[in-house]
């Protein structure tokens, strides 16, 4: 049952972030359709995408099952970018809608590079 979840929560977070991100791209060019406080809801579900794709991957590789090592490389990633988004998000204020958005497009892309590395081992 987590297997079919987790083969699923990966293309739901990269879904996500790249959505998120691509909006938050329209909205720092087109300044009529900014908001923060939507801006806020797409990075929170983000977010928690990824943290719960990450919370799965973890519990799968406790349990001993074969994700590769790839695999659990970018999800480790991509919690670092979490953390270092966290760390700079005061900075992030000056352009917030082209930081986030492009910072959502990047964590879309770790999140396609862990889907594709599955299985994968560094030998």
Known sequence: MIDIIHSYSGILSAWICGLSGFIFLIMHLKVKFRNEKAGLYMIIGSVIS???NALIVAYLYSAN?????FHVFYVAVVLFTLTF????KDQMREKYFLYWGLALLYLMGLAIRAITTFGEVLY
């Open 50 to 52: 990824l943290l719960l």
């Open 65 to 69: 099952e074969n994700l590769g090592s």
């Open 85 to 88: 988004l966290y760390i700079y």
